[in-house]
Each structure stands twice: as C-alpha cells, then as structure tokens.
C-alpha cells in the first residue's frame, strides 16, 4: 500500500514536471525569446568552425565525407534497435521473448548509436556551422533529436521499466509509434538538410 | 565495355522521365530520402543479426530467432532501397555510371550478395547445434564480419559518389583514376 502509494506519488511529479517542461518549451516558442536566443546563438556558430573540429571538416573533404558516412552507419544501428524494440511493444515480432529483454538489449545498442550519431554529427555540425545556423531544417532535427532523446531517456525507459501488466496496453502502442515517428524525423530532416544546404 | 555502358547511359539520359526525375527538387530529393530511410531499415536489421552472431549483441536471445524475424523486415528495406536506388541511377545514368565510387560500390554489393548467401547457408545448416550460446561458431561469425564490413563500405563508397573529386572532367587523361572510373576519349563532359 505504502509502495503503491509513493509509486503513485513519483509518477504525478514526472507528470507535472513533464506538463511544466512543455509549457515553458511552448512560452520560448511563441515569445521574442526564441528569436532573441537564436540571434545570440550566431557567434557561438561561427566560433564553432573556427574549433579544430572544423578546421578539419572544412578542409578535408574526405574527412568530412567518411564522417558522414559513418553518422548514416550509427542512425542505422540506432534505427535497427529503435524499431526492433518498438516493434515488439506493438507485438509484432519476438513475442515469445519476454519484452523486457528485448527493451534491454535494444537499448545497449541503441546507446552505442546514439554515441557515435552524437559525435559524429557534431563534427559535421562545426565544418558547416555558418550554413546550417540558416536552414530551418536544421533546427527541426536538433528539436526531433532532442525529443527523441528526452523521449527515451525520460519517458520511454523508466516507464518500461516499470511492470509491463501495470500498463494499459494502449499506452505502450502510443509510446512505440511516438517513438518511430519521432525517430524516422531525425533521420529525414537529417537528410533534408544535404538538400537545402546545397 | 566502358563504350557499351556509356552508350546505354547516353541513352537512359536521353528518355524524358530521367530528366524530369533529375530536375524535379521534390520528387528527386523524396526518392533520395526514401533511399536512405530503407538503408537505415535495412542495414538497422543486417547489424543486428551480424552483431547477434559475434556476440555483441541480444546475447540472450537465440541466434536463429534474430535471424528468422529480422530476415523479413530487412529484405524489405532492401527491396525498396533497391528500387530507389535504381531510380537515383536513372536519374543521373552518365555521371554514375563513371564514377569510381560507384563501380566500387556495384562490386561490393556483388561480393556482400554472395557473402550473404554463403553466411545463411552455413548459418542454417548448424544453427540448431548452437542457436543459444552466446557467440556463433567461426565459419558463421568470419561471415558475419566480412557482411558488417562490406556494408560498412558500401555506404561509405556511396556516401562518396555524390563528391566530384575523381570525375572524368577533373582527372588526367590515362590516369588511374580515368581508367577506373571508365572514362571515353572525347566524351560530352556532363
């Protein structure tokens, strides 16, 4: 009783403290604030092509091109451990395989991928700063990035680790299509922005 | 060889829809995103099944159960990244078709298809003896590794062909390169 009740207790303040979140992220949105940061933000990326990180990608070309692969080859391995896991939420495959397990192995690679998609994506980030810093494109990925790794760090897992018969099999079903929808944007504004770059 | 792949580039380029294809911004760059979206469906699930048999990945899952049901939805990437990738080439038929990074890239897939078949073959005759230990025997994780690479190249090669570095309008006549890439005497330059 005494568990159920400080169970019930840590889920309402990660309720309200997800609910304050997203009501101070929709003031910065739709106030001067956010035009005003990202004015501020306009040195910081030009200071950023200045850092070794882009010195090396604006003048080699081949750095910079493997570097962008490898960043496609870490959104693969993050991709393949996000769907499989979301899929088995959805039942649609390993459903002999207790859940659990395949959230905990899905996770240790999606980790590896998002390490490697971090890093990389950074140093291609500082050999294009002062072009990126312009395309809009580029600000929605950072946004679907952020969520994606907010979304799964601290919502995703902890309710996941929670007992899968305590949830409503609904809201499993919604956090798993959330999760690829969110995920699927990464990766295509990702792509978007070699286009509206070039 | 190379005049008989120029030629039929010359005349792929020449039907309307790989211009139209080519000069749409939207229709182009979708087919290119669609692209990628598969390989990244498509290489997810390949990784996994290769990590599985090395043992650095879904240790307490059984190696064939990875396999069965990751076969699926891969070769459904596959299929479609094939498609769109065939669409891509179409698009751009003279350019491609001499680019270097592109005959690497046609040769590895070539040599990752026949890894993959040899990979399954052996993977499938003895999966039932060691479906549940943690590491695949040695013949199944070389060819685990030899996939995780080839791919590894793959992308890299085509990551590459959209860079001008090597193309025939800025190499030297008769170099390495112009061979390679199977560049033509006299060519329209495009």
């Given at each position: 009783?005494?568990?159920?009740?400080?169970?019930?207790?840590?889920?309402?303040?990660?309720?309200?403290?997800?609910?304050?979140?997203?009501?101070?992220?929709?003031?910065?949105?739709?106030?001067?604030?956010?035009?005003?940061?990202?004015?501020?933000?306009?040195?910081?990326?030009?200071?950023?092509?200045?850092?070794?990180?882009?010195?090396?990608?604006?003048?080699?070309?081949?750095?910079?091109?493997?570097?962008?692969?490898?960043?496609?080859?870490?959104?693969?391995?993050?991709?393949?451990?996000?769907?499989?896991?979301?899929?088995?939420?959805?039942?649609?495959?390993?459903?002999?395989?207790?859940?659990?397990?395949?959230?905990?192995?899905?996770?240790?690679?999606?980790?590896?991928?998002?390490?490697?998609?971090?890093?990389?994506?950074?140093?291609?980030?500082?050999?294009?700063?002062?072009?990126?810093?312009?395309?809009?494109?580029?600000?929605?990925?950072?946004?679907?990035?952020?969520?994606?790794?907010?979304?799964?760090?601290?919502?995703?897992?902890?309710?996941?680790?929670?007992?899968?018969?305590?949830?409503?099999?609904?809201?499993?079903?919604?956090?798993?299509?959330?999760?690829?929808?969110?995920?699927?944007?990464?990766?295509?504004?990702?792509?978007w922005?070699?286009f509206?770059?070039? | 060889?190379?005049?008989?792949?120029?030629?039929?580039?010359?005349?792929?380029?020449?039907?309307?829809?790989?211009?139209k294809l080519?000069e749409s911004y939207y229709m182009y760059n979708w087919v290119e995103s669609?692209?990628?979206?598969?390989?990244?469906?498509?290489?997810?699930?390949?990784?996994?099944?290769?990590?599985?048999?090395?043992?650095?990945?879904?240790?307490?899952?059984?190696?064939?159960?990875?396999?069965?049901?990751?076969?699926?939805?891969?070769?459904?990437?596959?299929?479609?990244?094939?498609?769109?990738?065939?669409?891509?080439?179409?698009?751009?038929?003279?350019?491609?078709?001499?680019?270097?990074?592109?005959?690497?890239?046609?040769?590895?897939?070539?040599?990752?298809?026949?890894?993959?078949?040899?990979?399954?073959?052996?993977?499938?005759?003895?999966?039932?003896?060691?479906?549940?230990?943690?590491?695949?025997?040695?013949?199944?994780?070389?060819?685990?590794?030899?996939?995780?690479?080839?791919?590894?190249?793959?992308?890299?090669?085509?990551?590459?062909?959209?860079?001008?570095?090597?193309?025939?309008?800025?190499?030297?006549?008769?170099?390495?390169?112009?061979?390679?890439?199977?560049?033509?005497?006299?060519?329209?330059?495009?």
């Open positions: 009783m005494l568990l159920s009740t400080s169970s019930d207790f840590n889920s309402r303040s990660k309720t309200i403290t997800v609910g304050v979140l997203l009501t101070l992220l929709l003031i910065f949105s739709f106030s001067s604030l956010r035009h005003e940061s990202w004015l501020r933000l306009y040195d910081f990326f030009l200071w950023l092509e200045t850092t070794p990180f882009g010195v090396l990608g604006k003048t080699w070309g081949a750095v910079f091109a493997i570097v962008e692969a490898v960043h496609l080859l870490a959104m693969a391995l993050l991709g393949g451990a996000v769907l499989i896991s979301d899929a088995r939420l959805l039942g649609w495959c390993f459903t002999d395989v207790p859940a659990v397990k395949i959230q905990n192995e899905a996770h240790k690679v999606f980790k590896v991928g998002l390490v490697v998609v971090l890093f990389t994506g950074v140093f291609m980030a500082c050999g294009v700063a002062g072009k990126v810093y312009w395309l809009p494109v580029f600000w929605y990925k950072m946004l679907a990035l952020a969520t994606g790794i907010f979304f799964v760090f601290f919502i995703r897992r902890p309710m996941l680790q929670r007992n899968f018969r305590e949830l409503n099999p609904w809201v499993v079903k919604l956090v798993a299509v959330s999760s690829m929808l969110v995920w699927i944007t990464v990766a295509a504004t990702g792509r922005i070699g509206a770059g070039s | 060889m190379n005049e008989f792949i120029y030629n039929i580039s010359m005349w792929v380029d020449g039907t309307s829809w790989s211009a080519h669609t692209h990628v979206l598969t390989l990244i469906l498509c290489l997810g699930m390949l990784f996994v099944i290769d990590l599985r048999m090395l043992g650095y990945a879904f240790r307490d899952v059984s190696a064939s159960s990875i396999a069965n049901r990751l076969n699926i939805p891969m070769l459904l990437g596959f299929i479609i990244m094939f498609i769109t990738g065939i669409l891509l080439f179409y698009a751009v038929p003279i350019r491609t078709s001499q680019s270097i990074w592109f005959r690497f890239k046609m040769v590895l897939l070539v040599a990752a298809a026949i890894n993959a078949f040899i990979f399954h073959k052996q993977m499938n005759e003895s999966v039932s003896s060691w479906g549940n230990d943690a590491r695949a025997p040695s013949a199944v994780r070389k060819g685990a590794f030899l996939s995780l690479a080839f791919w590894s190249i793959i992308v890299i090669c085509g990551r590459l062909i959209a860079y001008d570095w090597f193309d025939c309008e800025y190499t030297d006549a008769g170099s390495l390169s112009q061979v390679l890439s199977g560049c033509i005497d006299g060519q329209t330059q495009f």
